[in-house]
């Protein structure tokens, strides 16, 4: 196995560790709310943060795609 395949392997499988947590996460923070009866209003606000925080990792993980593409990084 060359360098460059085990750096592939090494990004891929980080990256779906993250969305692993990434799902976790949102396992338990959906136990939380309806274990202690959240009103809709803080459920809406609690899962906007996740969402843009999940949609900040998918961004980071886009651009740095297009700029290792167009030979920026």
């Known amino acids: 196995m060359s360098l460059e395949q085990i750096e592939l392997l ?10 692993a947590i990434f799902l976790l996460i949102g ?8 274990r202690g009866k959240v009103p809709k ?7 906007a943060v996740l969402f ?3 949609a900040g ?3 980071k993980g886009v ?6 593409g167009g030979g920026v990084g």
């Open 52 to 54: 843009l925080g999940c």
């Open 41 to 47: 209003f803080g459920r809406y606000i609690v899962w």
């Open 10 to 19: 090494e990004s891929l499988g980080l990256k779906l560790f993250f969305v």
């Open 57 to 59: 990792f998918l961004a």
């Open 63 to 68: 651009i740095e795609a297009v700029w290792e």
């Open 27 to 34: 396992l338990a923070i959906q136990d939380v709310l309806k």
